[in-house]
């Protein structure tokens, strides 16, 4: 099952006021995403029809065709805000500006940081842990959301030192570890036990990690994202206004591919792709220097070339020895933690000179990347 089978299918397709989505431009994008021989599909699509909502059975017409199509697993209609340039106001009027999820006061003035991967195991959480300190050890006030409900590991990794508790209002405070705060599902499961949720109770998760968490005004929120391009990544961009996003990969040809899927994703969903990150880049020998490539090379320059940006850093294999480390972070010194604090300044100075109108453009279709100032 491809993108183009699913827009074939929506060509021949008659809604009841006699329209095709595709040839009114309603139908946005359609994303696709392969578990074996199921397809689970996205169909993203303009939020105002003719100045109003989209009519409940043009949607049920849509999901119905795609939902009868061999191989389909699921289907959802996700409305998005039509893109501004297509949305031409009156002569005189005021451009309208697309909807944007509302927030809880303690995260009003928070850049958020997503890191984001095609697949599981190249080390996306490992990549966030480690950032989110490095940006703590630069003086600024740093949250972390664990928003990988099924696999969370973020209280394991940063060696949790503050349990979460509730505060007055019955509100919860976050934990705390390595100066930063930290908010997980882990908090909320006995005994390691699997979440066995569909995706609508587990997006119902992330809003009340959201709105019932007291948050201590974070500078920088890091989101260390569900792996993929499914319906649990769609529902977490969903739920903030912007993101500046970095895409994990190895050096792996195979993880690279499907890492650029993700990174395309975020573009079309309206967020910003930062720059690449290459885990487990390379392992370099103690005494003489040497750098040997175990999982290959080039993986995290195709990602970058294919979403038009650059690779900000290259993670080396850094195993700690035995009963020495507890969790999963590196040391400022040592090489793997020189390349966090290096990728972490090169965050800091992208999303701040943004937010102050020095604009970055990077990972736009058909632009290649650019700083201001």
Known sequence: MKKTDILQELATLRLPDGSNPLATGRVQDVLVEMH?????????????????????????????????????????????????QARRPAAGAPAAQPARP???????????????????????????????????????????????????SVPALIGLERAPSFDGEGKIVPGH?????????????????????????????????????????????????????????????QQFPHTYQLIVTTPDPFAARVAERAGAMAVKMGHTVLGIVENMAYRACPNCGHREYPLGKGGGDAVAAALKTEVLARIP???????????????????????????????????????????VEVATPGSSPARGG
């Not at 109003?52 to 049920?60: I, Q």
């Not at 490992?126 to 969370?152: E, K, M, P, T």
């Not at 090489?335 to 701040?352: C, D, N, T």
């Open 102 to 152: 509302q927030l809880p006061a303690g995260l009003a003035q928070a850049r958020f940081v997503a890191v984001a991967s095609g697949k599981g195991g190249v080390g996306k959480s490992s990549v966030s842990v480690n950032l989110a300190v490095a940006l703590a050890r630069q003086g600024l006030r740093v949250a972390i959301l664990d928003c990988d409900i099924y696999g969370f």
């Open 36 to 84: 074996g021989d199921r397809a689970h599909v996205a169909i993203l699509i303009d939020d105002s029809w003719d100045g109003g909502s989209p009519p409940a059975e043009a949607l049920d017409t849509i999901r119905q065709r795609v939902a009868a199509m061999p191989g389909v697993a699921s289907v959802r209609i996700l409305p998005r805000p039509r893109p501004q």
């Open 317 to 359: 294999f850094e195993p700690a020895p035995q009963g020495l480390r507890r969790d999963g972070l590196f040391e400022p010194g040592t090489p793997a933690g020189q390349a966090f604090a290096e990728l972490a300044g090169k965050v800091r100075a992208a999303i701040f000179d943004a937010a102050a109108g020095e604009r």
């Open 177 to 237: 570890a390595r100066g930063v705060d930290v908010m997980s599902m882990e908090f909320f499961v006995r005994d390691n036990s699997p979440v066995v949720w569909r995706g609508p109770m587990l997006g119902k998760a992330l809003r009340q990690f959201l709105r019932d968490t007291a948050w201590n005004d974070p500078e920088v929120v890091v989101l260390d994202l569900p792996p993929g391009t499914g319906d649990m990544a769609l529902d977490v961009l």
